[in-house]
């Protein structure tokens, strides 16, 4: 079988975070297909087809990009931040599971990009400088509870989290109840770190306290960081300040 | 004061994977820091001074970089993969928080990058494609019960985990504890992946089943993520199985 998809990360928006690799897939497509405000970040070339489709619905933009390469086209198939953190990696890979036979004989290569917790992380200092998680707060994929007991298990463990999909219209909630939770077994003056938008048009970036983390500070386009109990805030006269974790933890200095 | 100092990821190694944000730091850089192989993947420029340093010297590194800064220089310091995640940029932020008042005015950049654990999952699929974290099996920064107790808390959470750092001369039992560690609580048959050098000279990737993990297929450069019990491995007719972690979990369907 003579087709090839790319599912290529595009990194959190801006270009300047766009790798060789990525940029060089996406000039070999014949065929693009993605979320549309993914898609509208990459310039159109002559004679490239362009497939943008809604969000939520990343099985069927996974089936088409395959059906499409299978038939032996080159298709890119793009993806914001990384393809393989909570993006289309791992749908390709279930449809390619639950697809014909044929789609395993493929060519499939997977073009990573800097997820947004790397680009948040970098904006603040280092607060990722340590152990840490990435967890998706949203509740489509998996029960609320299972979410409830990762992020106990998260910070009983001493891990700093970065929350993903924070908050949208159809979950509104779902923040409030995770600073909640997370306010049982953290202190209160946890650093959290908001950062909207990181790398593109009016970003934000928002650093609190625990105690005072306010999910209406968040939108769909925020990456959330909660510190662990061993995250610092260094104040800088006319900066803002930096944000970070210690490389040593407990008696390891 | 005028000085500046980039903290920059060069990604895994492979030239494609470095952004053109990192690229554009370090032509602009009057002096280069850094790890000596990390500084051996920089191509030298007329003009520029190169200051290598050894390994586990990440405090006194910093320190030179901050100096050099604070006397008006542009710096760059180089670090591999992404500078926020065990890397650079942590130890940059402590030396600021110890070292003179002068140095809290410096500008200070981190220029994020491609991480070890997104450049191993691109290459067999999606292991990270659903709530994971980030551990370092280092045991010199931190003592080994609190990171049998963060595996433990990683495992019962189901979270996939990224071991950085699994093994060195100076620690040659510690990722066959771990994986021991790990055996009590996740099935024998939970997938495996060794990604060594990925990127660069001699990249070897190997996917295997916990049961069957042999700490002596790791050594310095090698990035290990195990799975959670959710983790996949589809089989495919002449290529490299895919693993990959489903965006679903529980009854979230």
């Known amino acids: 079988m003579s087709g090839h998809l790319a599912v290529v990360g595009l990194g959190p928006g801006d270009a300047r975070w766009l790798t060789p690799e990525a940029e060089a897939a996406l000039a070999a497509a014949d065929a693009l297909y993605g979320y549309g405000p993914y898609l509208d970040r990459v310039p159109p070339r002559p004679g490239q087809a362009r497939h943008p489709s809604d969000n939520r619905e990343e099985d069927a933009r996974a089936a088409a990009a395959l059906r499409h390469a299978a038939e032996g086209a080159r298709v890119a198939l793009v993806s ?89 219209r159809a979950r509104p909630w779902q923040l409030g109840k995770a600073f909640e939770r997370l306010r049982r077994r953290l202190p209160s003056s946890t650093p959290v770190v908001f950062g909207r938008a990181v790398g593109r048009d009016r970003e934000k970036v928002l650093v609190c306290e625990l105690e005072a983390a306010d999910p209406a500070a968040a939108d769909m386009a925020t990456l959330i960081i909660v510190g662990s109990p061993m995250t610092r805030v260094i104040a800088r006269p006319g900066r803002d300040p930096l944000v970070y974790t210690p490389r040593f933890a407990g008696d390891g200095k």
């Open 80 to 168: 914001g931040g990384d393809p393989g953190v909570f993006a289309m990696a791992a749908a390709v890979c279930a449809r390619i599971e639950a697809g014909p036979n044929a789609w395993r004989s493929l060519d499939v290569a997977i073009v990573p990009g800097v997820t947004a917790m790397l680009a948040v992380a970098a904006r603040v200092g280092a607060p990722l400088g340590h152990d840490f998680c990435a967890l998706s707060l949203s509740d489509n994929l998996k029960p609320w509870d299972l979410i409830e007991r990762r992020l106990d298990a998260a910070a009983a463990g001493g891990f700093v989290i970065a929350l993903y999909n924070p908050i949208s």
